[in-house]
């Protein structure tokens, strides 16, 4: 059974900055960051292949930057620019997503 773990949420002030973790207990080769705010459904924010190849949800576009460790078990989201409107949980996964890997998330508040 594959295990994720995000870290690295918390409080910070709109135009901040954040850096979320995701370690993981194997390889997996297309790794996915999603969020889901309240009222709102989950939706996928980045992903990134094995071999370093990403996309991004237009709403992060040239503020949120995935990357993976050399090892290729950790994956990370680089957020810059925080907005309010990306206050939500935040998840990572497979990308498409399988169900049994999902975790408890990383809280990230965007306010003054």
């Known amino acids: 059974q594959v295990q994720l773990v995000e870290s690295g949420g918390g409080l910070v002030q709109p135009g901040g900055s954040l850096r979320l973790s995701c370690a993981a207990s194997a390889t997996i080769w297309r790794m996915g960051w999603y969020r889901q705010a309240p009222g709102k459904q989950r939706e996928l924010v980045a992903a990134?292949?094995?071999?370093?190849?990403?996309t991004y949800a237009d709403s992060v576009k040239g503020r949120f930057s995935i990357s993976r460790t050399s090892a290729r078990k950790t994956v990370y989201l680089q957020m810059n620019s925080l907005k309010p409107e990306d206050t939500a949980v935040y998840y990572c996964?497979?990308?498409?997503?399988?169900?049994?890997?999902w975790g408890q998330g990383t809280q990230v508040t965007v306010s003054s």
């Open positions: 990134i292949t094995i071999g370093g190849e990403t």
């Open positions: 996964n497979s990308h498409p997503p399988i169900s049994a890997y």
